[in-house]
């Protein structure tokens, strides 16, 4: 998938790509110079993943985000025109409570710029991911640790760990297969489970704490940036510690104002000669205390 052409990478081009060889790519991105950043890298997928609630405004769980602040980012992240499909995350809510609410939550999506979009569950999401394919929008499921039930879950943790909850995985898994699914993400899953799955489904997993038996991996772009001090889950390996960076590019701003040295002559517009002296005549003439031009 990693071909430098610019042809947009599509739902079906996804789908495809099962068995091909090459591992599947997918990042998060929130905004326009994140999803130039995925493109340029060479990403297959970007996802504005529901995650926005905590790496980009600030709450403690994905729960509070809404299908508006979706479409906010998706529409960011679409008018980068970048070549990945872009994936947009169905929020909690907007397609538990009817089939109509479903699809008109997932068309506001494609509207601003999503190719496809996701939601967490399995079999009993089959319904949700029929609708919304009528509606001839792609679908990506959400398998294993699903954050948007995280009370229902009790937490954070890894699932599929006993003989039952492994199986159930992997029977969602191929009720979302069938329903049509072009894609599914296992997050926080033995890596003896991915593999089940991965055997189990033609379409592709994209594994995030799920192991390299997936046919693809996706991972948080704030975390693979290390753009925040926060605990992070032994999955995620960090490729740049751009806090430390910006945090030390802002601090270095901070003291050259406060000691005078920003900005220099070089970075400041000055006026011509011929304007200045105008100026210093104009100031005489109405007394209003222009400085002399320097
Ligand atoms: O919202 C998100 O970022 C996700 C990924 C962790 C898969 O769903």
Redesign the pocket.
Known sequence: MKSQTQVPVTAPRIRDAKGQGSPLVMV?AYDAPGARIADEAGVDMI?V???LAMVVLGYDD?LQVTTDDMVHHIAAVARAKPRPLIVG?LPWLSYHVSREETVRNAAALVRAGAGAV?LEGGRKRVDAVSAILDAEIPVMG?LGLT?QSIHALGGFRVQGKQLDSARAIVDDAIALAEAGCFAV?L?CVPDGVARMVTDAIDIPTIG?GAGRHCDGQ?L?YHDILGLEDRNLPKFVRRYADLRVAATEGVSRFVEDVQSGTFPSSDETYHMTDQMGEAFDLYADVTSVGVPPAR
């Open positions: 998060t996802l993943g529901d995650s994905t995350d996701k959400h954050p993400v997050e995030i996706v948080v």
